[in-house]
């Protein structure tokens, strides 16, 4: 699978941007999706995902807990984060990938097979 992250840029703090990952010519159902982020000189850290389920269950990062969803659209085979009430340190590169494994371990990055190429989200004045 091959992804392709988009929609990062530079927005105020208070700001909204949605993230999109699409994976052109594939289907997500057999994957759950996830959404990372690593700003410089940190590790890259889970921010949120949604499970392969026909449910659309979801989890998230603390610090996105109100501020950030995570959707799919499966016929357009395409993920979306839509973050609200952009803060400073939201800064980062945002990543996309996929894994297969338990739903447990949607949060540890070293689970995901496959990585899209990261799209920054600057959070600037």
């Known amino acids: 699978v091959q992804l392709q992250a988009s929609g990062g840029g530079l927005v105020q703090p208070g700001g909204s941007l949605r993230l999109s990952c699409a994976a052109p010519?594939?289907?997500?159902?057999?994957?759950?999706m996830g959404w990372f982020r690593q700003a410089p000189g940190k590790e890259r850290e889970f921010v949120a995902a949604?499970?392969?389920?026909?449910?659309?269950?979801?989890r998230y990062a603390d610090f996105a807990k109100g501020r950030f969803t995570i959707s799919k659209d499966n016929a357009k085979s395409t993920v979306y984060l839509q973050m609200n009430s952009l803060k400073p340190e939201d800064t980062a590169v945002y990543y996309c990938a996929v894994t297969t494994i338990l739903w447990s371990y949607v949060d540890s990055a070293s689970r995901y097979s496959t990585w899209g190429q990261g799209t920054l989200v600057t959070v600037s004045s």
């Open positions: 949604i499970n392969r389920n026909g449910v659309g269950t979801t």
């Open positions: 010519g594939r289907t997500f159902i057999n994957f759950h």
